[in-house]
């Protein structure tokens, strides 16, 4: 257990809709990562939150946004989904070592 | 050319073969480098975490890093059919996280068969 969690685990949603993801670091964590992982692209880092502020970004499609609350943890949303957006989305979270620790992921369908 | 590249196999050796498992990167800048273990359906996991050139080693696992060539490579001694998931490699910054985190590669399926 990484210590990371991730909610909802499965989520089958249909062409259009918006969707939330959210994530709980590790405790202690400042640093919240998202990444997307599909079949034909791997492992793609979409953005990065330290401590409340947007920190980096990566390959996140403008329809798709992130924040980080005071309590550390963060909510990925995702609107006008498409087909493509069908993927495994991880958080991850890291202290200041650089390691990353990852969420078992939420597993999105779009239909 | 991605910047961290792996072969996705799949890899596939008998149990208690020695596996080895390589990416290449094409980042100078990139200074600590990390491999992940995927089982199917689940999280990445740390496998080994590195910053410098050399061997790092732990239990059947020995990390080996390459900067000149920009090589990196992940061996498992006595391989065991509980070893079987995608491996992936990552590499970074210096400054721990970065400004765009890790970048990963795609990931190298390994199977063991009993």
């Known amino acids: 257990d990484s210590g990371v969690t991730q909610t909802p685990k499965h989520l089958i949603t249909a062409t259009g809709q918006r969707v939330t993801l959210r994530c709980s670091p590790r405790?202690?964590?400042?640093?919240v990562y998202w990444y997307q992982q599909s079949l034909d692209q791997g492992l793609q880092f979409l953005i990065q939150y330290y401590n409340g502020e947007e920190r980096a970004k990566g390959n996140i499609l403008e329809r798709f946004s992130a924040q980080q609350f005071p309590d550390l943890h963060s909510e990925l949303n995702l609107s006008s989904l498409e087909l493509g957006d069908s993927a495994l989305y991880f958080c991850a979270s890291s202290s200041s070592g650089g390691e990353l620790f990852f969420g078992e992921g939420s597993r999105l369908t779009v239909l | 050319q991605k910047e961290v590249e792996q072969d996705p196999g799949p890899l596939s050796v008998p149990e208690g073969a020695i596996v080895s498992l390589n990416c290449t990167y094409s980042?100078?800048?990139?200074?600590?480098f990390m491999w992940y273990r995927q089982y199917s359906r689940k999280g990445p996991e740390l496998l080994m975490y590195?910053?410098?050139?050399g061997n790092k080693e732990d239990g059947r696992f020995t990390a080996q890093v390459d900067k000149s060539s920009k090589y990196i490579s992940l061996f498992i001694r006595d391989s065991q059919p509980s070893d079987s998931a995608t491996y992936l490699c990552a590499a970074g910054p210096p400054s721990g996280g970065g400004a765009d985190g890790l970048t990963f590669g795609k990931g190298t399926h390994l199977i063991i068969q009993p």
């Open positions: 405790s202690g964590d400042l640093s």
């Open positions: 590195t910053y410098s050139s």
């Open positions: 980042n100078s800048a990139f200074q600590y």
